[in-house]
């Protein structure tokens, strides 16, 4: 859902975030205003780009900024876990919000990110110089079909989440095939966000979980899914007795309930 199509609840949302914000430790005050300041040109004006605590910042769409914003606000508890954290694997890494989070908020000296849709793709090359970056779907199948709703590519997934939507192919690989992550020794945090094939992603990296001291997911409890919250817990818990250790963010439906969760698991 676009953010336009509510502006109660956007105004709600927004201003909201902004008080979540301005209370994050570990950022200078002005750098914090400046952000603020920043979101609200952005959504009036639409520039493709801003800068943004000292690194120009680019996005597709007219909320990019602002859903930058909630990306800090709901993982900044992860620097209770993480605080300089060297290598962060993101799998779902859209135009990398989280790439960016991580670099400025858990200080991670490399970050590597995953995308398979392409417009996202593009300007995650813009917002990382191109650097540990994929074009890939993470999945146990070579071709994967991904369908991206109307005016929101936050939520390109396997499985139907809107009414309208476009199609896109993307090339699947297993995470465990891959050779710049195989020749990593270790693996401070690995983050899925993938709307609903999290379970999929993650069995594709058996080996890869071997080397991860924390695992951020996006698990899935009232939506179209390959596996959801139990299932999950279940299966991180039976490949490297990994339990759940926090909860971040909860997704809400339109009524109220709880669609996804965000679930930081570890030894």
């Not at 000292?54 to 597709?60: A, E, I, L, V």
Request: glycine share 4%.
């Amino acid at each position: 859902m676009s953010w336009f199509n509510k502006p109660g609840r956007l105004i709600s949302r927004s201003v909201g975030y902004d008080l979540d914000f301005l209370q994050l430790p570990h950022l200078r005050l002005s750098a914090k205003i400046d952000f603020v300041v920043k979101k609200y040109f952005s959504l009036i004006t639409h520039p493709t780009s801003v800068s943004i605590m000292g690194k120009k910042y680019f996005y597709n769409e007219r909320a990019g900024v602002a859903f930058l914003q909630s990306v800090f606000a709901d993982n900044a508890f992860l620097i209770n876990y993480c605080p300089s954290a060297k290598i962060v694997i993101d799998i779902g890494a859209h135009t990398g919000q989280f790439n960016f989070f991580c670099k400025h908020y858990l200080k991670a000296e490399n970050v590597y990110s995953f995308e398979p849709i392409k417009q996202s793709f593009k300007t995650l090359s813009l917002n990382t110089q191109g650097k540990n970056i994929f074009p890939w779907a993470i999945a146990l199948s070579p071709s994967v079909n991904l369908l991206i709703p109307n005016n929101n590519s936050y939520m390109a997934s396997v499985f139907k989440l809107a009414p309208v939507f476009t199609l896109e192919k993307a090339e699947g690989k297993k995470l465990d095939e891959i050779r710049q992550i195989n020749r990593l020794s270790r693996i401070d945090l690995l983050k899925i966000d993938t709307e609903g094939s999290e379970l999929e992603v993650l069995k594709t990296c058996q080996k890869t979980l071997k080397k991860a001291k924390y695992v951020l997911v996006e698990c899935s409890l009232n939506r179209p899914n390959s596996g959801d919250l139990t299932a999950i817990s279940e299966f991180l818990y039976h490949t490297n007795k990994f339990k759940i250790i926090d909860i971040g963010r909860k997704y809400l439906t339109k009524s109220g309930s709880i669609d996804a969760v965000d679930i930081l698991f570890s030894l």
